[in-house]
């Protein structure tokens, strides 16, 4: 599809992000807007296996900490504490860009931070991440082409 079409299909408003990132490239623009589509699969998966053990975790340690199998229905706030794990979640499910630094510049920062965070709550649920996101595909690749990108 060529860049015209593109923008046409995907909005200007949303594209444009990219433009400026690759400092108006419209080949590397469709390239990192491709990228950015396939690194949020990757994560889709990652996140997915780590909500679903994180809520077993979660559910698990206060079922006992309160001594009480409804423990949710009083202590609903207990979920601060991944706040930024579930918007980070929601970006990708929404398909925004997680490959951009705050100022719109191409960067994987943000994308590696939330990996990161979700490698660390695996290994505290006494999980190894390679066992754990051994069923997704991980995003490794994705993140050193989209950094490629930025030489």
Not at 25 to 34: D, F, H, I, P, V
Not at 126 to 137: P, T
Request: with cysteine.
């Amino acid at each position: 599809m060529d860049f015209k079409t593109s923008q046409k299909l995907y909005s200007p408003a949303r594209i444009n992000k990219y433009v400026n990132a690759c400092a108006g490239n419209k080949a590397k623009t469709m390239q990192l807007y491709r990228s950015n589509v396939r690194l949020c699969q990757r994560f889709f998966g990652v996140l997915n296996l780590f909500e679903v053990i994180l809520r077993n975790a979660i559910n698990d340690h206060y079922i006992a900490y309160f001594a009480d199998a409804d423990w949710i229905v009083n202590q609903a706030d207990v979920y601060k504490d991944i706040t930024h794990i579930r918007e980070f979640r929601n970006r990708i499910a929404h398909h925004e860009p997680i490959c951009f630094d705050g100022s719109g510049n191409i960067s994987t920062t943000f994308a590696r931070k939330h990996y990161k965070l979700i490698c660390d709550y695996i290994a505290y649920f006494g999980q190894r991440q390679e066992d754990v996101i051994n069923w997704a595909e991980r995003p490794d690749e994705i993140l050193s082409k989209i950094d490629s990108l930025t030489k």
